[in-house]
């Protein structure tokens, strides 16, 4: 089945500098790698999403880049502020269908002022 | 518009009983899932339904049983509940299963004493 590895486990960075977690899966069939951010005490919330037909996806100051040949996939936070303090998790469909996700043990990102 | 509701949202069981998780959407959903998120294991799913009367296992079914008789209620049993099965629960609901955005509940939080 679709295994998900996800580096590092923590990061700190200061106000203002970039932030990059990276991910990787093991099932070639995958073609769905969301990422959630889940604030302390929250639920889990969708940032952004890339599907296997796009090299790279940009929202604002996040952007996702996905290298399907080498089946790694990363998040990169530019201009960091303290709100995006939080726990970030990638994760992988587990099939072509896309019918489930498996998640990645997640990032602590933690910025500071 | 609620979302996705779980209860309870705290609970202490005893070792060697038994209880239900709920949890209902009212999205119209058809794909519902159960994940369990244990600290730096991140999210791993129990089980999951693409519709009434359809359950599968995920990657950690061991112990529970869910069942989904409606679109909008998809309920996790605990039988025989053991210390291992402390964790935090969370039901979550997508209105596609190809790659569709996981809207969570609140979690809910159980204790195995």
């Known amino acids: 089945g679709e295994n998900v590895e996800q580096h590092p486990s923590t990061l700190s960075v200061q106000e203002g500098d970039s932030a990059v977690i990276k991910c990787t899966y093991s099932?070639?069939?995958?073609?769905?790698f969301p990422w959630y951010k889940q604030e302390l005490g929250k639920r889990p919330q969708l940032i952004i999403d890339?599907?296997?037909?796009?090299g790279e996806k940009k929202d604002q100051r996040i952007a996702v880049t996905l290298n399907k040949t080498a089946k790694h996939f990363s998040l990169h936070i530019t201009e960091t502020q303290p709100e995006d303090s939080a726990v970030y998790f990638c994760?992988?469909?587990?099939?072509?269908?896309?019918?489930?996700?498996?998640f990645g043990k997640g990032t602590t990102l933690s910025v500071s002022s | 518009n609620a979302g996705v509701t779980q209860t309870p949202k705290f609970r202490i069981l005893k070792i060697g009983q038994s209880m239900t998780l709920q949890c209902t959407q009212d999205?119209?959903?058809?794909?519902m899932y159960w994940y369990r998120q244990d600290p730096g294991m991140g999210l791993k799913l129990i089980y999951y339904?693409?519709?009434?009367?359809?359950?599968d296992k995920g990657e950690v079914p061991n112990g529970y049983n869910v069942s989904r008789s409606t679109t909008e209620d998809f309920p996790l049993r605990l039988e025989l509940a053991a210390p291992s099965q402390t964790s935090v629960y969370f039901c979550?609901?997508?209105?596609?299963?190809?790659?569709?955005?996981?809207?969570f509940g609140e979690g809910s939080r159980l204790t195995v004493l």
């Open positions: 979550a609901s997508s209105s596609t299963g190809r790659g569709g955005e996981l809207f």
């Open positions: 099932d070639s069939a995958s073609n769905y």
């Open positions: 890339i599907r296997s037909n796009v």
């Open positions: 994760a992988a469909s587990i099939n072509q269908a896309g019918t489930a996700l498996i």
């Open positions: 999205m119209n959903h058809n794909y």
């Open positions: 339904s693409v519709g009434a009367g359809i359950t």
